[in-house]
């Protein structure tokens, strides 16, 4: 188990049966100045290769060269690690030099269980090849079994350690899976991501490796028989073509699937509802998984993160609204549920919000479900309310811990997440209601849902705003325009405001990119749809806004440009409107790092509390229903 005690990283073992735990391995602290660039050591990976030795990765500064390049940077160092912790580790990729050492770029690509003595580790030779590596974990000496070129970026392993996969991606965004019998040499190309086969494109989803030669995947139903759903299916790669439905559900698409460990065959399939849920095949284990969110009251997520070779031992993660994650050992015999620790031990669940699933009815007779989240203390007045719509569009809102939420209810805000026709994991229909809809039937499902919340009783009317991200973010920016009675304040992170501008910018990729061809039927085709699209572009409505808006957006976004964002900038104050922007340097599609977390919401914190202040005197008295 790996323990993070201040700045640096722990591996505990627990010993049964009484769970004790014993340091075998903790990282070291970087020097001030890669301290001072927030640069730490922490462990990225973690994985048993036999009962007496563990893979490792410890991601940390290091000096990395590729050719004539050279920086200092984050990257992984792996270890071979005794359990005992009585050894050294063995380092694979750290090359020593002097008092400075350099890291090769590399990957553990599969710890070869049925090898005792090596791993497979991919590494990066140079900027235009890739290497796959069988390791001596007692030597470090290596042996290459294939190399790739620049178009190539990665590998699958079967469940023998056979590479039977190949991923490759040109410069225009296209993607090729590539496939092969253990016993060849020679690749197939299975999926050609290019505008011609963009039905394959969307219908497949890997989930896992099963008996040698066949691979699971979520796929999308062919036809009315298939259901509306996606469902787990075999793939096999010595005919490349798909078996038949193996598992699926009538109102939920695969979210994952757990696998016995030994032979790989499919156990279960899990999806979201509200909570997370496993449907096991096996009676038996059916069985112990009712227990268990028994066990949990039914209110928390209960997953299978690890497993014994014998499947007589269940590491669960389980977590919830109020909880956000707990580790526990679960023995299937004796039906046993031990603690093994917490995810975020500081994270005191007083100071987290209550949330409850919220119900409501579109204007076209749809019924539709939502998220609601109130403060940890509530006073008992009419809360002030966020609304935020999810990114995607085709993403969910579950019954599960949110940080973005919580920390704005711990503010004292109410939060609604609504879940719109254009979601994804309630099948097919569903997801495909919202093609074309940005700003239209997506966005009332949105509406519908704040004004039947407000109508409870329980939400201040006079102050409402609206937060997203990404889709979220081109949600809120609409929202600001067209419902200026509505919300008080918007804020759209990495948001699109040019549904025309992107489409053309999503077309640089290449107009038979996998990326071009979805938002086609997402957004919108601008040389069909041009006027209805143009017409939901949040920049050409800027005219409307009564009401402040912040921007945010990274400087390295490659899903929207930040210029979607300076553009809506100069259209508000075009307009004469209040806008504030923060454009964040080097930060992708939102916030990914500690420190871009922290300015983020920092940042939308300080806005929505100079927007939200209680209303008092004569304001009070006109927002009085």
């Given at each position: 188990?790996?323990?993070?005690?201040?700045?640096?990283?722990?591996i505990?073992?627990?010993d049964l049966?009484?769970l004790k735990?014993?340091?075998?391995?903790?990282?070291?602290?970087?020097?001030?100045?890669a301290?001072?660039?927030k640069f730490?050591?922490?462990?990225?990976?973690?994985?048993w290769?036999?009962?007496?030795t563990l893979?490792?990765s410890?991601?940390?500064?290091?000096n990395l060269?590729?050719?004539?390049?050279?920086e200092?940077v984050?990257?992984?160092v792996?270890?071979?690690?005794?359990a005992?912790?009585e050894?050294?580790?063995?380092?694979i990729?750290e090359k020593?030099?002097?008092?400075?050492a350099?890291?090769e770029?590399?990957w553990i690509?599969?710890?070869?269980?049925?090898?005792?003595?090596?791993?497979?580790?991919?590494?990066?030779?140079?900027?235009?090849?890739l290497?796959l590596?069988r390791?001596?974990?007692?030597?470090?000496?290596?042996?290459?079994l294939?190399?790739?070129?620049?178009?190539?970026?990665?590998w699958?392993t079967?469940?023998?350690g056979?590479?039977v996969?190949?991923?490759?991606?040109?410069e225009?965004?296209?993607?090729?899976?590539q496939a092969?019998?253990?016993?060849?040499k020679t690749?197939?190309?299975?999926?050609?991501y290019?505008?011609?086969?963009?039905?394959?494109l969307?219908?497949?989803?890997?989930?896992?490796v099963?008996e040698?030669?066949v691979l699971?995947?979520?796929?999308k139903?062919?036809?009315?028989?298939d259901?509306?759903?996606e469902?787990?299916?075999?793939?096999?790669l010595?005919?490349l073509?798909?078996g038949?439905?193996?598992?699926?559900?009538p109102?939920?698409?695969?979210?994952?699937?757990v696998?016995?460990?030994?032979?790989?065959?499919?156990?279960?399939?899990?999806?979201?509802?509200d909570?997370?849920?496993?449907?096991f095949?096996d009676?038996?284990?059916?069985a112990?998984?009712?227990g268990?969110k028994?066990?949990?009251?039914?209110?928390r997520?209960v997953?299978?993160v690890?497993?014994s070779?014998?499947?007589k031992?269940w590491?669960?993660?389980v977590?919830g609204?109020?909880?956000?994650?707990?580790?526990?050992?679960?023995?299937?015999?004796?039906h046993?549920?031990?603690?093994l620790?917490?995810?975020?031990?500081?994270?005191?669940?007083?100071r987290?919000?209550?949330?409850?699933r919220?119900?409501?009815?579109?204007r076209?007779?749809?019924e539709?479900?939502?998220?609601v989240?109130?403060?940890?203390?509530p006073?008992?007045q009419?809360?002030?309310?966020?609304?935020?719509?999810h990114?995607?569009?085709?993403?969910?809102?579950?019954?599960?811990?949110?940080?973005?939420?919580?920390f704005?209810?711990?503010?004292?805000?109410?939060v609604?997440q609504?879940?719109?026709r254009?979601?994804?994991?309630?099948?097919?229909?569903?997801?495909?209601?919202g093609?074309?809809?940005w700003?239209?039937?997506m966005?009332n499902d949105?509406?519908?849902?704040t004004?039947?919340?407000?109508a409870?009783?329980k939400?201040?009317?006079a102050r409402?705003?609206?937060?997203?991200a990404?889709y979220?973010?081109?949600?809120?920016?609409?929202?600001?325009a067209?419902?200026?009675?509505?919300?008080?304040?918007?804020?759209?992170v990495?948001?699109?405001?040019?549904l025309?501008?992107?489409m053309?910018?999503?077309?640089?990729?290449?107009r038979?990119?996998?990326?071009?061809?979805y938002?086609?039927k997402?957004?919108?085709?601008p040389?069909?749809?041009?006027?209805?699209?143009?017409?939901?572009?949040?920049?050409r409505?800027a005219s409307?806004?009564?009401v402040?808006?912040?921007?945010i957006?990274?400087?390295?976004d490659?899903?929207?440009?930040?210029e979607e964002?300076?553009q809506?900038?100069r259209?508000l104050?075009?307009?004469?409107?209040?806008?504030?922007?923060?454009?964040?340097?080097g930060?992708?599609?939102?916030?990914?790092?500690?420190?871009?977390?922290?300015?983020v919401?920092t940042?939308?914190?300080?806005f929505l509390?100079?927007?939200?202040?209680?209303?008092?005197?004569?304001?009070a008295?006109?927002?009085?229903p």
């Amino acid at each position: 188990m790996v323990h993070r005690k201040q700045d640096v990283d722990q591996i505990l073992r627990f010993d049964l049966p009484d769970l004790k735990p014993t340091l075998i391995f903790q990282t070291n602290r970087v020097p001030d100045v890669a301290a001072k660039k927030k640069f730490r050591q922490y462990i990225s990976y973690l994985a048993w290769k036999s009962e007496t030795t563990l893979v490792v990765s410890v991601s940390q500064p290091v000096n990395l060269e590729l050719g004539d390049y050279s920086e200092i940077v984050e990257a992984p160092v792996h270890l071979i690690l005794k359990a005992s912790g009585e050894s050294e580790p063995l380092l694979i990729n750290e090359k020593k030099r002097g008092k400075s050492a350099t890291v090769e770029i590399s990957w553990i690509q599969d710890v070869l269980r049925d090898d005792p003595d090596h791993v497979m580790i991919g590494f990066r030779k140079s900027v235009d090849e890739l290497e796959l590596d069988r390791v001596d974990i007692a030597t470090g000496q290596r042996l290459a079994l294939e190399r790739g070129d620049r178009d190539v970026s990665g590998w699958g392993t079967d469940r023998k350690g056979n590479i039977v996969t190949r991923y490759l991606e040109d410069e225009f965004d296209n993607y090729k899976i590539q496939a092969r019998k253990p016993s060849e040499k020679t690749w197939t190309t299975i999926f050609n991501y290019r505008r011609k086969d963009e039905r394959e494109l969307s219908k497949y989803r890997f989930l896992g490796v099963g008996e040698v030669g066949v691979l699971y995947v979520a796929s999308k139903p062919d036809s009315s028989a298939d259901g509306d759903t996606e469902s787990v299916r075999t793939f096999d790669l010595k005919t490349l073509k798909l078996g038949p439905i193996i598992w699926s559900n009538p109102k939920y698409d695969v979210d994952e699937i757990v696998q016995d460990v030994e032979t790989g065959e499919i156990l279960a399939g899990c999806y979201w509802v509200d909570v997370y849920q496993c449907d096991f095949k096996d009676t038996k284990l059916a069985a112990h998984m009712r227990g268990l969110k028994k066990y949990f009251d039914n209110k928390r997520n209960v997953s299978i993160v690890s497993q014994s070779y014998d499947d007589k031992k269940w590491v669960l993660s389980v977590g919830g609204p109020e909880e956000p994650a707990t580790y526990y050992l679960y023995d299937v015999e004796k039906h046993e549920v031990l603690l093994l620790g917490e995810r975020w031990p500081d994270l005191n669940s007083n100071r987290l919000g209550a949330m409850r699933r919220f119900d409501f009815k579109s204007r076209d007779g749809a019924e539709l479900s939502a998220y609601v989240t109130t403060p940890p203390h509530p006073s008992g007045q009419p809360m002030p309310l966020i609304v935020m719509p999810h990114g995607g569009p085709e993403a969910r809102d579950a019954y599960a811990y949110d940080t973005w939420v919580h920390f704005l209810a711990a503010q004292g805000y109410a939060v609604l997440q609504p879940n719109f026709r254009g979601s994804g994991g309630f099948g097919r229909k569903f997801a495909e209601a919202g093609y074309g809809e940005w700003g239209g039937r997506m966005h009332n499902d949105v509406m519908d849902a704040t004004k039947a919340l407000i109508a409870e009783g329980k939400i201040d009317p006079a102050r409402v705003c609206i937060v997203g991200a990404s889709y979220g973010g081109y949600e809120a920016l609409y929202a600001g325009a067209a419902e200026p009675a509505t919300f008080h304040c918007v804020v759209s992170v990495a948001g699109i405001s040019d549904l025309v501008g992107n489409m053309r910018w999503e077309k640089s990729f290449g107009r038979d990119s996998v990326r071009y061809t979805y938002w086609l039927k997402s957004q919108g085709d601008p040389d069909l749809d041009s006027a209805k699209m143009l017409g939901r572009s949040p920049y050409r409505l800027a005219s409307q806004y009564r009401v402040p808006v912040l921007l945010i957006h990274g400087t390295k976004d490659q899903i929207v440009p930040a210029e979607e964002s300076r553009q809506m900038k100069r259209a508000l104050e075009g307009a004469g409107k209040s806008v504030k922007y923060l454009e964040v340097s080097g930060m992708g599609h939102g916030p990914r790092t500690d420190e871009e977390t922290t300015k983020v919401l920092t940042e939308i914190q300080t806005f929505l509390a100079a927007q939200l202040q209680p209303p008092t005197g004569a304001a009070a008295a006109e927002s009085k229903p």
